[in-house]
Nanobody, 123 residues
Framework: VQLQASGGGLVQPGGSLRLSCTTS????????MGWYRQAPGKQRELVAT???????NYADSLRGRFTISRDNAKNTVYLQMNSLKPEDTAVYFC??????????????????WGQGTLVTVSS
């Protein structure tokens, strides 16, 4: 199972972007989902997480500008980013704790990561 992220791109300071991330195949259950980011030359950092019941948690520095949400029917997590700043420039990665059944009908639990989508905030 893989996660497929989309929605990144170039945006001017003050602008908005919405990232999406969904599973590559059908799964049995998805628990927590989230977004991380990694800026050039820096370590990967938490952006936000959301439980299956849609309880959200944010990095303190991003609270109020970013909103995480999910559509459980579509196995999709979103990240709405507003009032973007140049320092938000990074590769954004989605993640999800997934349970699925393999070809031998065995349960498999894993923490899946998306391939990353680049967000560039620049004038």
């Amino acid at each position: 199972v893989q996660l497929q992220a989309s929605g990144g791109g170039l945006v001017q300071p003050g602008g908005s972007l919405r990232l999406s991330c969904t599973t590559s195949r059908r799964v049995s259950r998805i628990d927590d989902m989230g977004w991380y980011r990694q800026a050039p030359g820096k370590q990967r950092e938490l952006v936000a997480t959301i439980t299956s019941g849609s309880t959200a948690n944010y990095a303190d520095s991003l609270r109020g500008r970013f909103t995480i949400s999910r559509d459980n029917a579509k196995n999709t997590v979103y990240l709405q980013m507003n009032s973007l700043k140049p320092e938000d420039t990074a590769v954004y990665f989605c993640t999800a704790n997934i349970l699925y059944y393999n070809t031998r009908d065995e349960p498999v639990a894993l923490k899946a990561w998306g391939q990353g989508t680049l967000v560039t905030v620049s004038s």
